[in-house]
C-alpha cells in the first residue's frame, strides 16, 4: 500500500512528531509514505518525496513541518481537486493522512467523497478550536511559550507598576487566551466567546484605580472579534484612568515555534500512529480526536460543524490577582 501524508494550514509544533509517527507505523506494516509538500497545493503540483525511516529520525524534537505547510485556494475549486486526484491516481496513491485544521478537514471530505481517495485527519492547529478532541497538536506548546512571554513582561510590570494588554494568537478562539491567563495569574481576559470581561474591568477598576497606580495589572486579549477591540480597549484605560501607565504588547507568530512541549509530542506521535491502525482497519473520511485520554475517530464532516469553548473554570480564576490589592 502507498500513502500520502501533508500538513496543511497554520504550522503547530508537534506536526513533526505525528509525521515521525505516521512513517514509522507503516514501515511496520511495509507500506510506503510519500510526503507531500506544502499541503494540498503540493499534491496539485505533485510535489512529493519519499519518506522512510531514517529520513524522520530525530525530527519529532523541532518545532514546525519539514514538508512545509500552505493554505490551497486552488483545492477550493473542483478542478485543483480533479488535478490532485490525477497525481494521486499516477503516483498510486491509496489514502492520504493530512495534520492540519477545520479547513483541511473539509476539503478532505470533499476530495474523498468525490475521488474516492481513502483520508484520515489529524487535528494539528495551535488554536485548538476542533470539535472532537479536548486538545490539537501544537496548543500545549503555544500556549506555554505564552505563558512564558506574560511571566517575562509581568517582570516589567512589576518594575515600574504598568499595565500590559497582551495580545496572543487563537483566530476566533479564546483557547490560548484563557489558558494561559489563568496559568499566568492574569487580571483580566477577553476572548470571543465570552462577553462581560470589559464590565468586569472596569468595576473593579473603579473602585481600585487609586490603589493601582504602582501596581502590576496584566491583561491577556485573544485575538479575534472581542467585545472591545485591543486599541480602544487600551484607549479606554488611558483615558479612564489617567493614574495607570498602559501598554500593549502583541505577542504574534513567536506562538506558533520552538520545540514542541512533551505533552504535544506524545499527542502527535500517539495520533500519528493510529491514523495509520485505521486506514489498516478499513476506516476512512474520519478525524482522530483525544477524549479522556482515549483516542476515538468522528466523521471529517463532524468534525467542521461545531467548535468547543474555552472550560468556564479558566476564566473564573482569572482575576483571583485583584484580591491581591484589596
Request: glycine share 12%; net charge neutral; proline share 2%.
Amino acid at each position: 500500500m502507498q500513502i500520502g501524508v501533508l500538513c496543511s494550514g497554520g504550522d503547530a509544533p508537534g506536526m513533526n512528531a505525528a509525521l515521525r509517527a505516521v512513517v514509522l507505523t507503516a514501515a511496520e506494516k511495509n507500506w510506503k509514505v510519500w510526503g507531500i509538500r506544502y499541503g494540498f497545493e503540493g499534491l496539485i503540483d505533485d510535489e512529493l518525496i519519499f519518506l522512510n525511516s531514517e529520513g524522520v529520525q530525530g525530527i519529532a524534537r523541532h518545532g514546525g513541518t519539514i514538508l512545509g505547510s500552505a493554505r490551497s485556494t486552488r483545492f477550493f475549486h473542483k478542478e485543483g481537486r480533479e488535478k490532485a486526484a490525477s497525481v494521486c491516481k499516477q503516483r498510486e496513491l491509496e489514502a492520504l493522512v493530512i495534520i492540519g485544521g477545520d479547513g483541511s478537514y473539509r476539503g478532505a471530505a470533499v476530495f474523498q467523497a468525490e475521488w474516492g481517495v481513502a483520508c484520515v485527519g489529524i487535528p494539528g492547529t495551535i488554536d485548538n478550536d476542533l470539535y472532537g478532541t479536548d486538545a490539537t497538536i501544537g496548543f500545549h506548546t503555544a500556549v506555554q511559550t505564552a505563558v512564558e512571554a506574560i511571566d517575562k513582561i509581568m517582570d516589567t510590570a512589576e518594575s515600574h507598576g504598568r499595565t500590559f494588554i497582551i495580545e496572543v494568537m487563537g483566530r476566533d478562539a479564546g483557547h490560548i487566551a484563557a489558558t494561559a491567563a489563568a496559568a499566568a495569574g492574569a487580571h483580566a481576559c477577553f476572548i470571543p466567546e465570552q462577553a462581560g470581561q470589559l464590565e468586569r474591568l472596569t468595576v473593579f477598576l473603579d473602585s481600585y484605580a487609586l490603589a493601582l497606580r504602582r501596581k502590576p495589572l496584566i491583561i491577556v486579549y485573544s485575538e479575534g472579534e472581542n467585545e472591545i477591540s485591543r486599541p480602544a480597549l487600551e484607549t479606554l484605560l488611558k483615558t479612564r484612568y489617567r493614574d495607570l501607565d498602559v501598554r500593549s504588547v502583541v505577542l504574534g507568530h513567536i506562538q506558533r515555534g520552538g520545540s514542541p512541549v512533551v505533552a504535544d509530542r506524545l499527542l502527535a506521535s500517539r495520533l500519528g500512529r493510529e491514523a495509520i491502525l485505521c486506514l489498516s482497519r478499513g476506516q476512512s473520511g474520519v478525524a482522530l480526536g483525544l477524549r479522556h485520554d482515549g483516542v476515538h475517530t468522528l466523521p471529517l464532516s463532524e468534525c467542521t460543524k461545531g467548535r468547543q469553548s474555552p472550560s468556564s473554570y479558566l476564566l473564573d480564576l482569572v482575576g483571583l490577582g485583584f484580591h491581591e490589592w484589596k
